[in-house]
């Protein structure tokens, strides 16, 4: 595929991908975009339909799936997420360079692809630290909270295992955390900047 290498982000829930993403997006206008998956769960408050995600229902997500519109999908804590390829085209198709936010899973999928992302793994500081972050988002119902941290003890193991990863970043302080991911990614976000006019 031609164009800016993407970047996948992956990482706990709650280890704070979409916080550095965001403020990646608003810094770098014109230079990243995002690849809106699509998931069953449903929005929270603030979050918009198309922008953050594609909210759908399982039986769409799975046609969809079933017709091979999606580079991979996932099941995680009881819902669907999924990333089709319409997603990363438009984003593609404006020379973006286009981040896709997805679970340990999706990481081992698009391995599968010929899509070349450079893997970035977003870990918290330490379990403690993590579910006071997601306690403190006030997201998540106590059932869907115990089913993230035990996704993230799995996701904590197996981003360690060598070669899953090209850069692991712990989510600290987030300054910090946010000048080691800009200067990850200072190759890329030049090649992006030296094309436009
Ligand atoms: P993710 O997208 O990985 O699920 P979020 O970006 O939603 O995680 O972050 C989880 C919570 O932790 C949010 O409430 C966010 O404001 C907070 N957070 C993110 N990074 C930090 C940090 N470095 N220190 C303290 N809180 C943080
Ligand atoms: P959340 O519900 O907190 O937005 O996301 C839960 C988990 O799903 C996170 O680990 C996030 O990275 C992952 N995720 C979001 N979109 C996708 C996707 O399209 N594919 C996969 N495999 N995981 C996704």
């Known amino acids: 595929m031609s164009g800016p290498r993407p970047v996948v982000l992956s990482g706990p829930s709650g280890a704070g991908k979409s916080t550095l993403m965001k403020r990646l997006m608003k810094d770098y206008e014109g230079v990243f975009g995002f690849s809106v998956s699509h998931t069953t769960r449903n929005p929270r408050p603030g979050e918009e339909d198309g922008k953050d995600y594609h909210f759908s229902t399982r039986e769409a997500v799975q046609e969809g799936i079933d017709q091979g519109h999606f580079i991979e999908n996932a099941e995680f804590s009881g819902n669907l997420y999924g990333t089709s390829k319409t997603a990363i085209e438009d984003v593609r198709a404006k020379n973006l ?7 340990i899973q999706g990481v081992r999928r698009i391995k599968e692809t010929d899509l070349n992302p450079i893997y970035i793994s977003i ?5 403690d630290v993590l579910e006071k972050r997601l306690r403190d988002r006030q997201t998540e119902s106590e059932e869907s909270l ?6 993230a003890r799995i996701d904590m193991e197996l981003s360690k295992e060598p070669g899953v990863f090209d850069f692991i970043i712990i989510n600290d302080d987030q300054d910090r955390a946010y000048e080691e991911l800009k200067e990850t990614l200072n190759d890329e976000i030049q090649k992006v900047q030296e094309t436009k006019p």
């Open 146 to 151: 115990q089913k993230r941290l035990e996704a």
């Open 97 to 103: 360079i286009c981040i896709l936010d997805v679970d």
């Open 123 to 127: 870990q918290p500081p330490s379990m």
